[in-house]
Structures are given as structure tokens and as C-alpha cells.
């Protein structure tokens, strides 16, 4: 733990705050450490439902008004993230009735607070980089920082120079994830100060004497059916790896990419893996000139319909035709794909279809041949880059809740970690099947590059030899 600065006193919060229902109580050690800390990189991780973000965000609270006029960044890697989940918390448990000056604006448009002692909190969104690095900061608040990569940490912290407080400070949030991450390792390396934060440390949960209140037993109930590598991280607090993981070449500080405007001359793939009750996937890929695939936009859903989600997506590429209710793209981002892979259910492929107003093909099945074509596909080629990539926070939604509430993947790079072999068979022999929706479209479209198979003018795509798209979609 680094000193504070000599002639100086730290940021504390006051028994009377906490008794007034500021953070839940000053009584676990974690609360006193965390509003005394002035270290200039503090990360607080552990297991879900331990309270991080707001604690974190007591802190900024307590910073804007000892710090008159100060400035500070409250980011997640997705603005609209953030109106569900720390925006109500900051209003509606952590700032106090008469802090703020008055206005109208919504949550969901909100793009900041203003103090009435001139101290603002900025709210953003990585997707929109621009409005954050364009700016000066006393301190920032990331919420959960492990959807990012360490190049946009980095950056974040380069723009904590505003002043107007003695020390400036970067808060994050996370979930433990893989050993590798890089935020785990910056701990390591002193780039920053680790909090670990535990249930106990909650005090919804546990009471003073470490006794279990009924939201605890609920609570860790749930958690307490998870299993594996996501039971260590997510109930235990742990920053491990799966035992017989199936995909050991994934290394997430090198295939999580952060996004990038994709050129429009790449040829572009579907894959979908239909659910209901477990989630529906569908992942757009794109390929570049060196034939590398990025999987840069996914829907991972359940409990809702086929046709539901092929409009959705269509929406989601502004290929949809609001007025008349059918594919338009003309003013589209993307250019028609080159294959849609769908798993072999013929109703659900049969609704997509009429939707879309595309053909659909039967996914290659062979999972053993598939799932050697993503391992090949994940190892660095000659060049020394592997030739498969997934684009940081790929989903162009909000978190499935009910995925969410049951601790399940949310997205395909959730389950890649978790992936493992099925421990009844020998090793090798067969995937467990268990969260590994992602993990079969994944697979659909990498074991179709491998066949080489290429049928453009089946799906209007009008791509030449090159796989460029050869002219505008009507």
C-alpha cells in the first residue's frame, strides 16, 4: 500500500455518512482501504454479488464532494451498459437527494452529473472514444474493466492530469477471469494496487458477526450450482484456467482485439446455432485479405423467436426496412455475406430464411475435424499472428439477463475459457456439452473455410474472385 503524501489528508467517509445510507457500513476493512487509498491504479476484483461497483462509486462520490470542482470519468467498455446497472446505483443508492444540480435528463441519455460545488462526473462509453480521451480527469471509474484491453487501460490512465485534486486516481472493477489477463498480471507487475473483495465483505449478505442473512443463502444458493472454472471465478473469487481445456492455444490478451472499422471489401460469414431455452447465437465473421476471421458482431439470446432475432440482427446492420417490414441494404453497414451456417434445425432454418430473404446451408457437423480447424486457426501463422480473432465486447446487446442471474456465459468469449473436454471420456475424445453454444458457431464457420467451399451468388453477395463485393445491395 502506497503512503499518502506528506502534509496531506486522506479521503475518508464518516460514520454519519455511512449511518445516513451512504455505502453499506465503514465496518469492512476493504470500505476503510478504498477511501483512504491515493494510489494512482487501484483494482478491486472478486466473485459477483460482492458489492465492487458500488463501493467504487462511494468513493467518486466522496472525491466530488471533497474536491470541489473536480472531474471525474465513469466508463464501462459499452455506454448503454451502463443505464441499467451503475447509473441506478449511483442514483438511486449512492447520491443523496440535493447533491446535484437539477435537470430533466434520462438515464439512458445521461452524459453526466453536475454537482452543485462544481464537481462533475462525466459518463461514457469506450465504443465512443473520442469523448473520453478528448478530455482532462481527476480520476476515473472503470466498471468492469476485464471487458477491455490493457492499450484503452493505458489510455484511460493518461488522461487522469485535471488538477483540481491532490492525487489523481483510476478505479476499476472486474470479475476474476484467466491468469493471462492483463489486468491480473499489471497487479502482478505493480502497475497497479489488487483489492480483493469477498461476500463477507457485503453486508447484504453477511452480518458483522459473519453470519449469513436470507439474501446470502439466496444468493450464494445460485451460486453454489455453478461448476468448474466459472464456480472458482465467480463464487470463489479465483483468477484461473479450466483443467483440459479444449481450445489451449486461446490466449485472451491476443485474440480479444479491440474493435476496428472493418473495410467493406472483406468477405463476410453467418453462423448461427439456434436455442431457446440455451441461447441463440449468431456471429458475423469477416475475413481479411490474409484470411484471418474476426468475429466482430453476435447476438447470444434465449427465450426469444427465430423470426425475432433475424430482424433484430438485420436491425443491428441497419439492414431492416422499418416501414415496409423487410431486408433493405442499401444504406447497410455490411455487405451481404458469403455463406450463412445454421445449425440442421429445417423449421428454425426455414424461418430465418424468410425473414432474411437469404439461403441458408446446413452447418459441416464434423466436430472433431472443426475443432481442430480453430486450434490451427488460433496458432500463430508464418506472419506470427493467428488467423483467428474476436472483436472486444462482440455483442451488440445488453447481457441476456436471465444468462446473467444463472452466472452463464454471455457471449462466446465467455465460454471459450470454460470449454473442456468431457471429463467421462478420454481426453480429446469428446467436448463436454455443456455452455458451448458460441463454441459450436464457432466451428461451423471455421471448418467451412477449411472445406473451401464459396457460393456468393446464391446469397445476392455479387462478390468477384477476390471475395469483394463487386456493387450496392438493393
Same mark, same amino acid.
Given at each position: ?32 482501504? #478504498? ?52 447509473? &441506478? ?42 469523448? &473520453? ?56 507487475? $505493480?502497475? #497497479? ?146 455463406? &450463412? ?100 458457431? #464457432?466451428?461451423? &464457420? ?5 472445406? $473451401? ?22
Amino acid at each position: 500500500m502506497s503512503e499518502p503524501a506528506a502534509g496531506t489528508t486522506p479521503t475518508t467517509i464518516t460514520k454519519a455518512e455511512a449511518e445516513q445510507g451512504r455505502y453499506f457500513d465503514a465496518r469492512p476493512s476493504i470500505v476503510r482501504e #478504498l477511501m483512504s487509498a491515493r494510489d494512482r491504479r487501484i483494482l478491486i476484483d472478486g466473485p459477483l454479488g460482492t458489492g465492487k461497483s458500488r463501493l467504487l462509486l462511494e468513493k467518486l462520490r466522496a472525491c466530488c464532494l471533497k474536491y470541489p470542482g473536480c472531474r471525474w470519468l465513469l466508463l464501462r467498455s459499452v455506454r448503454k451498459w451502463l443505464t441499467n446497472s451503475a447509473l &441506478v446505483t449511483l442514483e438511486e443508492k449512492v447520491l443523496e437527494p440535493g447533491l446535484l444540480v437539477p435537470d430533466r435528463i434520462r438515464r439512458e441519455n445521461r452524459s453526466e452529473y453536475r454537482f452543485r460545488n462544481g464537481s462533475i462526473i462525466v459518463v461514457a462509453g469506450l465504443d465512443d472514444p473520442q469523448g &473520453v480521451f478528448s478530455a482532462e480527469y481527476d480520476g476515473a471509474v472503470l466498471i468492469e474493466g476485464i471487458e477491455i484491453d490493457q492499450d484503452t487501460g493505458e489510455k484511460v490512465d493518461g488522461r487522469l492530469r485535471y488538477g483540481r485534486m491532490p492525487y489523481q486516481q483510476f478505479l476499476i472493477d472486474c470479475n476474476p477471469g484467466p491468469p493471462t489477463h492483463w489486468l491480473k498480471r499489471a497487479a502482478e507487475t $505493480g502497475w #497497479l494496487r489488487r483489492l480483493p473483495m469477498r461476500h463477507r465483505d457485503n453486508p447484504a449478505l453477511f452480518l458483522p458477526d459473519g453470519t449469513m442473512t436470507r439474501m446470502g443463502r439466496e444468493y450464494l444458493g445460485r451460486l453454489d450450482g455453478l461448476t468448474g472454472v466459472r464456480r472458482r471465478r465467480l463464487r470463489d473469487g479465483e483468477w484461473v484456467q479450466a483443467e483440459g481445456v479444449v481450445f489451449e492455444g486461446w490466449d485472451s490478451t491476443v485474440h480479444l482485439v479491440a474493435p476496428f472499422p472493418i473495410p467493406r471489401h472483406w468477405r463476410r460469414y453467418w453462423s448461427i446455432d439456434f436455442g431457446f431455452t440455451n441461447p441463440f447465437v449468431w456471429q458475423w465473421w469477416a475475413e481479411d485479405d490474409d484470411g484471418r476471421l474476426y468475429l466482430y458482431r453476435e447476438i447470444y439470446l434465449t427465450r426469444r423467436l427465430v423470426s425475432d432475432h433475424a430482424v433484430a440482427g438485420l436491425r443491428a446492420m441497419h439492414a431492416w426496412d422499418e416501414t415496409l417490414q423487410q431486408p433493405c441494404w442499401v444504406d447497410a453497414d455490411d455487405p451481404r455475406p458469403a455463406a &450463412v451456417l445454421c445449425d440442421h434445425d429445417a423449421e428454425d432454418r426455414a424461418t430465418f430464411e424468410r425473414v432474411v430473404k437469404m439461403p441458408t446451408e446446413p452447418a459441416p457437423k464434423a466436430v472433431d475435424a472443426g475443432l481442430q480447424d480453430v486450434a490451427d486457426r488460433l496458432k500463430p501463422a508464418d506472419d506470427g499472428k493467428p488467423r483467428l480473432f474476436v472483436f472486444l465486447n462482440a455483442r451488440c446487446h445488453e447481457p441476456d439477463p436471465e444468462l446473467l442471474q444463472n452466472a452463464k456465459p454471455t457471449c462466446t468469449a465467455d465460454e471459450v475459457d470454460s470449454y473442456i473436454w468431457d471429463p467421462a471420456c478420454k481426453k480429446g475424445e469428446r467436448p463436454l456439452k455443456q455452455d458451448d453454444h458460441g463454441m459450436d458457431a #464457432l466451428r461451423y &464457420v471455421s471448418r467451412h473455410k477449411a472445406e $473451401g467451399k464459396f457460393r456468393p451468388a446464391e446469397y445476392g453477395a455479387d462478390y468477384d474472385d477476390g471475395g469483394h463485393p463487386a456493387g450496392v445491395f438493393g
